[in-house]
Every structure is written in structure tokens, then in C-alpha cells.
């Protein structure tokens, strides 16, 4: 069964950089479609960016058009997220999501940006 574990989260400025990773393992990530979410404190969990199978079709949420980029390595069995320009409003616990004939989910990863 798959599993997930995002990593990469933290405390950043406004403007900041970061770059969170889902790491998988129990089965190859590349059978899968790719999602990264986030939910902020009392907000519901809103999707953030996607990649089909080989990433040949990606998009992203409008709030984060031309800063965030999704990617993946698969011969790291990994997903990334790069989110620059980062914002307050990008404060949120971020989830990594991979679906096929089922969803998987990581534990969350936490994003602060202070102003």
C-alpha cells in the first residue's frame, strides 16, 4: 500500500522560498496521479496543484499561478512543490495526495509565512 511523508515545511517571510517534498514508498509514485493541498485554520482544504502520471498535464489553483511549481522525480519516488513569492496568505499545513483506484495521503506539513 502506498504511503506518503511530506517534508519540507517551516517558518519563511514574506517573499520567502520553499520547497516541500512528498516522499512514497510501497509502490511506484509514477502509477499515479499527483496533488498537493493545503488547509488553513478554519478554512476546508482546498487543492493547490496537480500532475497527471508522467506530469504532462499539471495546474494549479489561481492563488498560485507563477509561483508554484509541481514536479516530481520518480526514480526518487518523490513529489516536489517549489513555492516562491511566498505570501501570508500561503500559511496553511500543506498535504501531498496521490490517486488512482484509490486516495492516499501524507500527515501534512506546516507552512508559516510571517509578514
Known amino acids: 500500500q502506498l504511503q506518503l511523508v511530506e517534508s519540507g515545511g517551516g517558518l519563511v517571510q514574506s517573499g520567502g522560498s520553499l520547497r516541500l517534498s512528498c516522499a512514497a514508498s510501497?509502490?511506484?509514485?509514477?502509477?499515479?496521479?499527483v496533488a498537493w493541498f493545503r488547509q488553513a485554520p478554519g478554512k476546508e482544504r482546498e487543492g493547490v496543484s496537480c500532475?497527471?502520471?508522467?506530469?504532462?498535464?499539471?495546474n494549479y489553483a489561481d492563488s498560485v499561478k507563477g509561483r508554484f511549481t509541481i514536479s516530481r522525480d520518480n526514480a526518487k519516488n518523490t513529489v516536489y512543490l517549489q513555492m516562491n513569492s511566498l505570501k501570508p496568505e500561503d500559511t496553511a499545513v500543506y498535504y501531498c495526495n496521490a490517486k488512482s483506484w484509490d486516495d492516499y495521503w501524507g500527515q501534512g506539513t506546516q507552512v508559516t509565512v510571517s509578514s
Open positions: 500532475a497527471t502520471t508522467r506530469s504532462d498535464v499539471t
Open positions: 510501497g509502490s511506484s509514485l509514477d502509477r499515479y496521479a
